[in-house]
């Protein structure tokens, strides 16, 4: 196991220095670093100044060496527009985008377990039926075009829910929350149903397949012939097997939901990490660019990480697995 552990954390730092490179490559080939720090008028000699103190006359193997050890510890330079380290921009903004995920990633889990169990155990009903087709409209609707339907109906014809913004926070040290204030809480439901509405579809329909998939098993027939109970074999037996691959997939999508949160985020105006890259496009500010690009991939290294090892340590077939490969 601990072989197993060290093999994927090898990969992992692997596949972080292959995104460090292409992080790298965007200051090399996105643009000229110096032209979006001066103005248009500043004299060739100063602009060289600028550049041999910003070390981009030096070689280019020493330049990537420089920026990984910086990004290795968090130092991922000034952005161009806002004058300000971007390590610090990111961490402002990342309680923003962390609570959305979270929420979204709640919502998702919670009602697509429910719905993939319900839709399972009474698959030729036509409340099931609906829900069925109804989960192809999450799965097919574009993001942004299901923010701006629920804008539509319960900001601007209901008047229910705020259309943007982040409503009232509370301050916790660095940490900033909306989930103590009443409008922060208002600002949250849109945002994290657009967010979460394809992962829940996702969920429910994976629940389905895989409940439908158990009850078709021996030791279920077993236990029915054993004379347990309905409700014993349903959430005792069936679902707990069910959750195995479902958490598994659940893990790995919370960091597709931190990543894609860039058009819920722009949408709404939500002000995390997301709305931040969007600016940073628009404002050619590649620092802020670079950094986002290995933010999101360290969390998506991290977490496939600590599924794989979780996976492994709950599912006895591939510890065996693992063990046989060492």
């Known amino acids: 196991m601990l072989a197993f552990t060290l093999r994927r954390m090898l990969q992992a730092i692997g596949v972080m220095i292959v995104v460090c490179a292409l992080s790298f490559a965007m200051f090399r080939f996105a643009g000229d670093p110096v032209s979006q720090i001066v103005s248009i008028d500043t004299s ?111 900001a601007v014809v209901l008047g229910w829910l705020p259309s943007y913004g982040r409503g009232e926070t509370v301050r916790f040290g660095w940490w900033t929350t909306g989930l103590l204030t009443t409008s922060g809480l208002k600002s949250l439901i849109m945002p994290s149903i657009t967010l979460g509405l394809f992962q829940m579809t996702l969920i429910m329909r994976l629940v389905r397949a895989e409940m439908l998939e158990v009850l078709r098993t021996d030791y279920i027939r077993f236990a029915r012939a054993r004379g347990l109970t309905t409700r014993a074999i349903h959430f005792g037996h069936a679902l707990k097997n069910t959750l195995v691959p479902v958490i598994t997939v659940a893990g790995l999508q919370f960091g597709s939901v931190i990543a894609f949160a860039i058009i819920t985020e722009t949408v709404f105006q939500w002000p995390g990490m997301g709305l931040l890259f969007v600016q940073a496009v628009q404002n050619v500010d590649i620092p802020i660019m670079a950094a986002y690009l290995l933010v999101v991939s360290l969390i998506f290294v991290t977490i496939n990480l600590v599924v794989d090892i979780l996976y492994t340590l709950v599912d006895p077939r591939l510890r065996a697995s693992a063990a046989r490969r060492t």
Do not use: H
Not at 57 to 63: G, K, T
Not at 78 to 84: A, G, T, V
């Open 44 to 154: 060739t000699a100063e602009r060289a100044e600028i550049r041999k103190s910003l070390g981009l006359d030096d070689p280019v193997l020493l330049q990537f060496g420089r920026y990984f050890v910086n990004a290795a510890q968090f130092d991922f330079g000034m952005s161009y527009r806002f004058r300000e380290p971007v390590a610090k921009l990111l961490l402002e903004r990342m309680p923003a985008t962390l609570e959305l995920a979270t929420c979204a990633t709640v919502l998702a889990m919670t009602l697509g377990i429910l719905l993939g169990v319900y839709t399972a155990l009474r698959r030729n009903s036509w409340l099931a039926t609906l829900m069925q087709a109804v989960s192809l409209i999450g799965i097919s609707l574009p993001t942004f075009l299901i923010g701006i339907l629920l804008i539509y109906l319960f």
